[in-house]
Nanobody
Framework: QVQLVESGGGLVQAGDSLRLSCVAS????????QAWFRQAPGKEREFVAA????????NYADSVKGRFTITRDNTKNTLYLQMNSLKPEDTAVYYC????????????????WGQGTQVTVSS
């Protein structure tokens, strides 16, 4: 079993930055992909960004390209999402996910999820 715990969310103004973190624990193993998803009220969960174990490959949603950066530190079992130039439409609960067959996998294909952290961007 793998546990994922997100942190770093909060209330910010448009144009501000936030960095989310996700710490993995338990029987994580190695060589697993990780990702960030988000879900706004009344909307489906949507992909934000994903990264491979080695960090050689990343994938981003078009809506966040150039503003968000996903990184990971395997020595700390921690995944990060640096979010810059935040917009009100980025408001959502952000979820960390791990263990999928590839970076393009839909939510149903990711094996483990965190509880989420709220990000609210005011205009």
């Amino acid at each position: 079993q793998v546990q994922l715990v997100e942190s770093g969310g909060g209330l910010v103004q448009a144009g501000d930055s936030l960095r989310l973190s996700c710490v993995a624990s338990g029987r994580t193993g190695t060589n697993y992909n990780q990702a960030w998803f988000r879900q706004a009220p009344g909307k489906e969960r949507e992909f934000v960004a994903a990264i491979t174990w080695s960090s050689e490959s990343t994938n981003y949603a078009d809506s966040v390209k150039g503003r968000f950066t996903i990184t990971r530190d395997n020595t700390k079992n921690t995944l990060y999402l640096q979010m810059n130039s935040l917009k009100p439409e980025d408001t959502a609960v952000y979820y960390c996910a791990s263990h999928s067959p590839n970076l393009m996998a839909p939510p149903s294909a990711w094996g483990y999820w965190g509880q989420g952290t709220q990000v609210t961007v005011s205009s």
